[in-house]
């Protein structure tokens, strides 16, 4: 009577059994990376932006910068770290107001979500969104403009961690300033300047030594103009090291400040991050 | 504790700087009962509510729900309490069904996402996107996303406000559904009828105080109130007398009249009435 066949066992998850932490996060990260690609603006204006100003800068811009090297190999540092800041910190800085004020937020307390598993959900569509966005940027730069790719596993693994730690750095600060929006629509108000002026100092649109020195002192306080420098380093030739400011990459330095970022915005994160609005209590 | 109380409160108070939201309220709910918290706005039921929900901490007071203090929510008391909120979050981009089944993932014993999909009457909308629904399909699926987690306990906070006359029929039928299948209910509202057709107990709160706590027909001692009987005297004056035997003064003035009473009504105070001179607008 013995048979191999068993009736079905009941293998599947006995009920009252709850995902786990890393399935929830996963499953809040693939909703949240759903909202973000069927928001029309989002897609264009987020995703979309460094590949449009490359087109642009690309353009425009066609000579070359010197020893060859051509203006597009400058320049999509630039974008590929305003690409990175725009998908974390911009993306971030303008949605997060938008679901606080919708009561989005107030809805995800009251349930049994641990509280971890909304900030993952954003942190996977940030990194999602930014390595597609990346990816992209780089497709369209190489077909179109003769980008040269990094040549060594020593230059990709230089780019994995200034990328890395850039976006980090950026999603705290995008997260912790999301709390400054008073309403829904102040969120854009407060991070699109932030972003702009960061741009415009830090080295994305010209050549970052053609800025005032002043202006450079200013901009090497701030996350953006390392994420540009240590891009350079994976981006341009090992001799160009010797135009930066300070004669070299500094790639020592480049960590130090964005991981100091990364501090700075957890702690921001921690200590203001509200899930209601101020009139909510 | 008391088992059989879903929510004990005692000495209730809140402040938001000098205006004092709620100013001492003392409350019980039991378990499986529908109990409404009615009162007009700005009487403090939001904030009530919101604390016993774990949204707000209190000043002061003892508050008890399902056993635990709401000021620290953990996980499992979140499982089983279904909050609807007043202003809701909505996901645009995202379908109803997506959003349920969403949800449902926070929940160690949710309910099927289709079967609650269609018990608040959204089957036909279970694949349109969030921000195509009306009012009251929003408010539907407000609830849906409440109920998913099958709660001992939901809190409704005006759940029908906005809502046409058929759309908040619909909806009492909803939460009688769910009364009837055991959960404790609790719901703000400024609806008299709505107090009066869904509650087993209404509690009346006004200026951050709950003045009265009583079935909906024995609210300000409806029933024993005085009737008031009124007529018009032959020349046309308007005469009207409060009594408590209005069967007798009706048979005196048709003996009196020989006939017929002109303008003759015999009233008693409605659920209005009381609930404005309770609320302070008599």
Not at chain 1, 135 to 164: K, M, Q, S
Not at chain 1, 255 to 266: E, F, T, Y
Request: glycine share 12%.
């Amino acid at each position: 009577m013995t048979t191999t066949t068993k009736p079905a066992a009941p293998v599947a998850a006995a009920p009252g059994r709850r995902p786990g932490g890393a399935a929830l996060a996963l499953r809040q990260g693939r909703l949240e990376i759903t909202q973000f690609l069927r928001s029309r603006e989002s897609v264009v204006f987020t995703m979309g932006f460094p590949i449009i100003m490359i087109l642009i800068f690309a353009s425009i811009f066609d000579g070359t910068i010197g020893n060859g090297v051509k203006f597009t190999q400058y320049f999509i540092t630039g974008m590929i770290a305003t690409g990175l800041m725009t998908v974390s910190f911009q993306n971030l800085g303008i949605w997060i107001p938008i679901e606080r004020d919708r009561g989005v937020l107030k809805r995800y307390r009251g349930t049994p979500m641990p509280k971890w598993v909304w900030f993952a959900g954003k942190v996977l569509m940030v990194v999602a969104i930014g390595v597609a966005e990346t990816a992209l940027l780089l497709v369209v730069a190489v077909l179109l403009f003769d980008l040269e790719l990094p040549g060594t596993a020593a230059r990709w693994a230089t780019f994995g961690w200034v990328a890395a730690l850039g976006v980090t750095a950026c999603t705290l600060c995008g997260i912790a300033i999301s709390s400054l929006a008073r309403t829904a629509r102040s969120g854009s108000a407060v991070v699109t300047p932030v972003s702009l002026v960061l741009q415009f100092i830090s080295g994305v649109f010209f050549v970052f030594t053609s800025l005032p020195t002043w202006m450079q002192q200013v901009a090497a306080l701030f996350p953006l103009k390392w994420m540009c420098q240590g891009l350079r380093a994976v981006f341009l030739p090992d001799s160009f090291g010797a135009q930066e400011p300070g004669g070299s990459f500094e790639l020592g330095k480049v960590a130090l400040v964005l991981g100091l970022w990364c501090v700075i915005g957890l702690v921001l994160c921690l200590t203001t991050f509200r899930w209601t609005t101020r009139r909510d209590g | 504790m008391d088992d059989e109380l879903a929510i004990s409160v005692r000495g209730l108070r809140k402040a938001y700087g000098d205006n004092v939201a709620v100013g001492g309220v003392d409350l019980d709910v039991h378990r499986g009962e529908v109990f409404a918290l009615l009162g007009p706005n700005g009487a403090g039921k939001t904030t009530t509510v919101e604390i016993l929900e774990g949204y707000r901490q209190r000043d002061a007071g003892e508050v008890r729900v399902l056993g635990a203090d709401p000021a620290h929510p953990d996980p499992h008391w979140r499982s089983r309490v279904g909050i609807v909120l007043q202003g809701t979050g909505e996901f645009d981009e995202l379908t109803v069904g997506e959003v349920v089944r969403h949800f449902s993932g926070f929940y160690a014993d949710a309910d099927d996402p289709d079967k609650v999909i269609e018990r608040v009457g959204l089957g036909a909308k279970a694949k349109a996107r969030t921000h195509t629904l009306s009012g009251g399909q929003k408010r539907r699926l407000d609830v849906a996303l409440g109920i998913i987690g099958r709660p001992e306990l939901l809190f409704l906070d005006e759940p029908t406000t906005g809502f046409d006359p058929e759309a908040r029929r619909g909806f009492w039928e909803l939460i009688r559904d769910l009364a009837a299948a055991g959960t404790t209910i609790v719901l703000t509202t400024h609806y008299l009828d709505e107090a009066e057709a869904l509650a087993d107990r209404v509690g009346v709160i006004a200026a951050g105080r709950v003045v009265e706590v009583a079935p909906p027909n024995r609210l300000g001692n409806r029933q024993e109130a005085l009737a008031t009987v009124s007529w018009r005297t032959p020349d046309g004056t308007p005469e009207r007398a409060e009594t408590a035997t209005p069967t007798a003064l009706v048979a005196e003035l048709a003996a009196r009249f020989g006939g017929e009473v002109p303008g003759l009504t015999v009233t008693r105070p409605t659920l209005e009435d009381v609930y404005l001179t309770m609320i302070g607008h008599s």
